[in-house]
Nanobody
Framework: VQLQASGGGLVHAGGSLRLSCVAS????????VGWFRQISGEDREFVAA???????YYATSVKDRFTISRDNAKNTVYLQMNGLKPEDTAVYYC???????????????????WGQGTQVTVSS
């Protein structure tokens, strides 16, 4: 599956953004989809994931501020980000895998397909 991430931008602290991850392929609804973020020179950090069942998982740092959701009819997964903080500044990537086991859901190594990143910058 090919992924296309979009929706990044520059916002002030406390603002909101919604990222989108659009996938090609008819079986996207069966994929686990995750969002990761990366600051230059650092490893990719897990942000959130959603399984085909709809179950969601979040990093502690974003829980209660970010919401991941999916619209299978549109082959799209969203990441609604509210209450943004300067420390949320990063390049955000979406990733997907059809056979991801639960124990790997927070690991970038578990995902086979990756989209290009979208930059999110939060000013203080």
């Amino acid at each position: 599956v090919q992924l296309q991430a979009s929706g990044g931008g520059l916002v002030h602290a406390g603002g909101s953004l919604r990222l989108s991850c659009v996938a090609s392929g008819r079986t996207f609804s069966s994929y686990t989809v995750g969002w990761f973020r990366q600051i230059s020179g650092e490893d990719r950090e897990f942000v959130a994931a959603i399984r085909r069942s709809g179950h969601t998982y979040y990093a502690t740092s974003v829980k209660d501020r970010f919401t991941i959701s999916r619209d299978n009819a549109k082959n799209t997964v969203y990441l609604q980000m509210n209450g943004l903080k300067p420390e949320d500044t990063a390049v955000y990537y979406c990733a997907a895998d059809p056979n991801l086991i639960l124990s790997n859901i927070r690991s970038a190594l578990g995902y086979k397909s990756w989209g290009q990143g979208t930059q999110v910058t939060v000013s203080s």
